[in-house]
């Protein structure tokens, strides 16, 4: 069974930094593009960013490119979210997500985390 | 960045019905189109992918269409449990993007 279990999140000042991981089992991890998307209470959803297997290429949209680095190690089946100068907006609850693989074709964000709240203010 | 619209934004509808949710793309985004549940205080679930492809342990009643730059999710004979909101999101092109929902309730 497929588990991805998110921690780190908490309240934290404005710019400030704060470092989130998702433990992966159930599933070669190894083998999987790995994500991260956020949630603003009562909100909308919003892609976060991208890693591929080997962590040598990485994704984010301009809203948190230069502030927030994506990262993972195989060998602990965890993926990171790095999240420096922290702003506001950046409030919300943080899923991990991964695909699964039908042959050629990519199901996106075929399982999620529980998520983990990540708070903003002063 | 593809900029998706999602309509209705709300919806409310009986027991037995059959509703429809559109996407629709700011640019051609070749069947790279999913859709996705959520329920209060839970994660979303995959529910259709590249368009029309039916997720593992997913009803039946639910269903997808759609090309180009236009989308559909269709929920055939509602029952209870499907009152949530509902996204759908383009993965054809970084930045990927989510339409900005629809929240079923059940009259």
């Known amino acids: 069974e497929v588990q991805l279990v998110e921690t780190g999140g908490g309240l934290v000042q404005p710019g400030r930094s704060l470092k989130l991981s998702c433990v992966a089992s159930?599933?070669?991890?190894?083998?999987?593009?790995m994500y991260w998307i956020r949630q603003a209470p009562g909100k909308g959803l919003e892609w976060v960013s991208s890693?591929?297997?080997?962590?040598?290429?990485?994704y984010y949209p301009d809203s948190v490119k230069g502030r927030f680095t994506i990262s993972r190690d195989n060998a602990e089946n965890t993926v990171y979210l790095q999240m420096n100068s922290l702003r506001s907006e950046d409030t919300a609850t943080y899923y991990c997500?991964?695909?699964?693989?039908?042959?050629?074709?990519?199901?996106?964000?075929?399982?999620w985390g529980q998520g983990t709240l990540v708070t903003v203010s002063s | 960045d593809i900029q998706m619209t999602q309509s209705p934004a709300s919806l409310s509808a009986s027991l037995g019905e059959t509703v429809s949710i559109e996407c629709l793309a700011s640019?051609?985004?070749?069947?790279?189109l999913a859709w996705y549940q959520q329920k209060p205080g839970k994660s979303p679930q995959l529910l259709i992918y590249?368009?029309?492809s039916l997720q593992d342990g997913v009803p039946s009643r639910f269903s997808g269409s759609g090309s180009g730059t236009q989308y559909s999710l269709k929920i055939n004979s509602l029952e209870s449990e499907d009152a949530a909101t509902y996204f759908c999101?383009?993965?054809?092109?970084?930045?990927?993007?989510f339409g900005g929902g629809t929240k079923l309730e059940l009259k």
């Open positions: 999101l383009q993965d054809s092109e970084y930045p990927w993007t």
């Open positions: 590249y368009a029309s």
């Open positions: 640019e051609d985004i070749y069947n790279n």
């Open positions: 159930g599933f070669t991890f190894s083998s999987y593009w």
């Open positions: 997500a991964k695909d699964s693989i039908f042959i050629t074709i990519a199901a996106p964000f075929a399982y």
């Open positions: 890693i591929n297997t080997d962590g040598g290429s990485t």
